[in-house]
């Protein structure tokens, strides 16, 4: 009962903000897809109760996971041959990680400024992990601006977690650990709004996908 008012208030928030067609296509894909992988994550957050904490929420955008359909066309994509190291970069609730893991990764990572995402995104780990028991994750309450990317991660996944600024910073960080440990680096951002940020830093895209009007998402590689 509890998921179904989730999915129902999901599809007026997508209706009202986009509209009906895309609301029924993205509702079919989360019901689909939070039964195919176990979890619970579908929801948006305007991320008003952290404002209130007194977290600088400026430099964010709304918490929304990436359709299904649209993740699980670019993740993994057939270009990606290493799976070493999956890291999520405003993870959420910890979706894209989840289905990173049904995909082969073994190792994965992700970072959110929200200890209330961390928290729900460590309980969609734990049950993804009883389905992969080799699974290693890490979830990380940090900004991302401050995330120094380990030197073993080979895949990147950004959901238009934060703007320009913040961009800025998040491309140098992850050219600084591809200086250190040089390796192919591929990364996958949904919603490329800031594309052009990791473009400047030697990322060359090498797959685009869109879907209706709004879903769309490039890989991009760095090597």
Request: net charge negative; aromatic share 12%.
């Amino acid at each position: 009962m509890r998921k179904s008012l989730s999915y129902i208030k999901y599809f007026f928030y997508l209706a009202y903000n986009w509209n009906i067609k895309i609301a029924l296509h993205i509702l079919r894909q989360e019901i689909k897809g939070e039964e195919k992988y176990g979890i619970t994550t579908t929801g948006a957050d305007e991320l008003r109760s952290l404002e209130k904490k007194g977290i600088e929420i400026d430099h964010s955008t709304i918490y929304m996971p990436v359709s299904y359909d649209v993740l699980e066309d670019v993740c993994p994509h057939p270009a990606k041959e290493s799976k070493a190291h999956f890291l999520d970069i405003g993870c959420g609730k910890g979706r894209a990680m989840c289905v990173a893991a049904a995909n082969g990764f073994t190792k994965v990572t992700g970072i959110d400024f929200s200890k209330e995402f961390c928290n729900a995104a460590a309980v969609n780990l734990a049950i993804t992990k009883q389905k992969f028991p080799g699974l290693q994750y890490k979830i990380i309450n940090n900004d991302a601006f401050y995330f120094e990317i380990p030197n073993d991660v080979d895949c990147i996944f950004m959901f238009n977690p934060f703007d320009e600024i913040i961009m800025d910073a998040v491309a140098e960080n992850i050219l600084e650990s591809f200086e250190i440990a040089p390796r192919t680096i591929t990364l996958i951002y949904a919603n490329p709004l800031h594309k052009e940020k990791l473009l400047e830093v030697g990322f060359k895209q090498i797959y685009h996908t869109q879907k209706m009007n709004y879903l769309e998402a490039v890989i991009l590689e760095l090597k």
